[in-house]
């Protein structure tokens, strides 16, 4: 009688302990993750169309991505992943023009300046 108790009891103890894992799992530390070119609003700010490739280098950093065969566009791509939280990830592109070599667009994540098609002097 003894042994019935127990045998109707472990499948039950090993049921909360088994599914406490994943609450645990809570409480292990997992480092910050960031990949990418960090791109801020105030940088997007500065681009005006018409800039050099070597200005928007100065301004915005190497970018993340060239694609062989389009040299013209370039992209940066931020991706954070805060310990336990969900992923965050920022995508900001710039296009040159092929024969000026001349900024001609931006879009992504991030708002462009009223002043973006206002050249610089």
């Excluded at 406490?20 to 910050?32: A, N, P, Q, T």
């Excluded at 969900?86 to 708002?111: H, I, N, P, R, Y």
Aim: some cysteine; aromatic content about 14%; proline content about 5%.
């Amino acid at each position: 009688m003894h042994f019935k108790k127990w045998i109707m009891i472990i499948p039950l103890v090993s049921t909360l302990l088994l599914s406490g894992c994943s609450v645990l799992e809570r409480f292990v530390y997992r480092i910050d993750i960031a990949q990418g070119n960090y791109v801020e609003q105030p940088d997007v700010d500065k681009l005006r169309i018409g800039m050099t490739k070597e200005q928007v280098r100065f301004v915005m950093g190497s970018p993340m991505l060239i694609q062989n065969g389009y040299p013209d566009t370039w992209y940066y791509i931020y991706n954070f992943t805060h310990g336990h939280d969900d992923t965050v990830q920022k995508d900001f592109q710039v296009t040159f023009d092929e024969m000026s070599q001349t900024l001609t667009k931006a879009s992504g994540d991030f708002k462009l300046s009223p002043d973006f098609n206002t050249p610089l002097q």
